[in-house]
């Protein structure tokens, strides 16, 4: 009782326009990352409500321009659910030493809020709509296949997904498929792994390119989650066949997030009767999932056999290497650009998912624009220790060990044996190098921690890599490069 007085007294002390806001933060704050939410919406004030226009106060010109073009959309929906079809928002953009008239803006949910688009289209609701509005695509007379919208975003391409070792097979298949979809012995492609590591890009980009070699052929991404959705939904009103039809109809079917019907059977049963009509009228069906098809407890084996049909191809999270590519591409699309030795620190630090490296990059720039600061390795450091979940991964042997050998490809239970192999070796004395660099360990430690090799040995190995690095330009860039991520881990 006494926190909901405390909320009444701090509603009553709010103005009519913050009180909007605050409502129209509860609905974005549902369908945004929490780190994205505090950069971007956080220092967001309302100022002014007039009418149905409700005025905010941004940071700066930057900031304002980014949100029109990431968050247009979000922002018009959001402010047409709580201000009304007539609501739309207008800008105060904040500058030092002088005024500036609000910068007006019509939002989408307004009059002219939707951006133009084929009349011809089907319109499939956003997922972050009110779950009970929302309407599946059904079969209408005279319905043709180039009247479905897609639902693609138009960035995911493949001239901006990096490809990489994780990757490789995955997109070489999506490639082929693209370039003929129902025609290859992939079909289904099914790809899966962890979140956040491309999955969904990658098949977007397959549909997307389908269209530009296609134009003929009808193409529909949908998530699992909304699939099942629809299917209820269309249950509820006796139009399970409707709903069937529609998705017969489709010439690629792109469905993200197959695991999610592990728990709906009978939504299996229908899309099991899509899947084998499509199949046999040679049309493509691509799908991913977070974890591999034969792990998929609950799914039902008849579709698990389905699945075997075509190409299980999985995607592992990025290497350093296309941590950097990839933050690079980002970098020249949002037209940004960034010291090399930052961007080596950020791919360094950020290892767990493509979203999140995106989402540290966004951050980071936020903040050297808010603070009217170039970006540097500094500015970095300070976003990244708020940023990075984890704590600062503690320097030891083992740590140096694991990173040599990730370099050389020389497997880590190699480095711990006597074998004269000349990889094997070359790894082990730099590895010792840096342990005694980098490390307070005892020569005879570090020996031990090679599978007993004594400290001459130690010794030894430190003179031999000063030597190289002297005489041999090459040998000395490599291992400078490797220098350089072992002072990282050591930030």
């Known amino acids: 009782m006494a926190n909901d007085h405390y909320n009444t007294i701090n509603n009553d002390l709010l103005t009519e326009a913050e009180q909007l806001w605050e409502k129209c933060l509860v609905i974005i704050k549902d369908n945004l990352s929490w780190r994205t939410y505090q950069t971007w919406f956080e220092p967001i004030k309302a100022v002014n409500l007039s009418g149905n226009v409700l005025t905010l106060q941004v940071p700066s010109q930057f900031f304002y321009e980014w949100l029109e073009e990431h968050y247009v959309e979000l922002l018009g929906k959001t402010i047409k659910r709580v201000l009304g079809k007539e609501g739309r928002l207008e800008y105060r953009i904040m500058m030092e030493s002088s005024t500036r008239k609000p910068v007006s803006v019509n ?15 089907v319109d499939m609701p956003l997922k972050w709509d009110d779950p009970h509005s929302i309407k599946t695509p059904y079969a209408i007379p005279g319905l043709k296949r180039m009247q479905i919208d897609p639902q693609l975003n138009s960035n995911y391409i493949f001239d ?3 490809e990489g070792d994780c990757n490789r097979v995955a997109r070489s298949a999506g490639i082929h498929v693209a370039q003929k979809p129902g025609a ?4 289904p492609l099914v790809v899966f792994g962890g ?8 098949v977007q980009a397959i549909g997307n390119e389908v269209r530009r070699l296609h134009p003929n052929k009808s193409v529909l991404y949908v998530s699992a989650e909304k699939f099942i959705n629809q299917f209820i939904d269309h249950s509820k009103n006796n139009e399970v066949n409707d709903f069937i039809h529609f998705y017969q109809l489709i010439d690629v079917l792109i469905m993200d997030d197959i695991h999610l019907f592990v728990s709906a ?17 040679g049309k493509q069906i691509i799908l991913t999932s977070d ?3 034969r792990d998929l407890e609950g799914m039902q084996e008849r579709l698990l056999s389905r699945f075997r049909w075509g190409l299980n191809a999985d995607i592992q999270a990025p290497d350093f290497e296309t941590r950097q590519a990839i933050l690079r591409v980002k970098m020249k699309q949002e037209g940004l650009e960034i010291p090399d030795e930052v961007v080596r ?6 290892q767990s998912n493509v979203r999140e490296l995106e989402g540290a ?20 450091k300070r976003v990244m220790k708020n940023f990075v979940k984890t704590a600062a991964r503690e320097m030891t042997i083992e740590n140096i060990q694991k990173m040599v050998c990730d370099y050389y490809h020389v497997p880590y239970d190699k480095l711990l044996t006597k074998t004269r192999k000349r990889e094997v070796v070359l790894a082990r004395q730099i590895t010792m190098y840096f342990a005694k660099k980098f490390t307070k360990q005892s020569l005879k430690t570090i020996g031990d921690h090679f599978g007993g090799f004594d400290h001459t040995t130690v010794i030894h190995s430190c003179q031999t890599v000063e030597n190289l690095m002297a005489t041999d330009a090459e040998y000395k860039e490599n291992l400078m490069e490797i220098q350089q991520k072992v002072q990282m881990a050591s930030i």
């Open 107 to 121: 939002m989408p949910g307004s009059t002219q809020s939707k951006p133009a688009r084929d009349n011809n289209y």
């Open 160 to 162: 901006n997904y990096v």
């Open 184 to 187: 290859t012995a992939f079909n």
């Open 195 to 202: 979140v956040g590591w491309g999955k969904t890009h990658l």
């Open 265 to 281: 059977i009978k939504t299996q049963d229908v899309f099991f009767a899509i899947f084998n009509h499509l199949h046999q009228n």
């Open 291 to 293: 974890t591999a098809p």
């Open 345 to 350: 620190y950020v791919a360094y630090n950020v």
């Open 361 to 380: 990059l966004i951050a980071l720039f936020a903040q050297a624009t808010l603070n009217k600061k170039e970006i540097d390795l500094d500015i970095a």
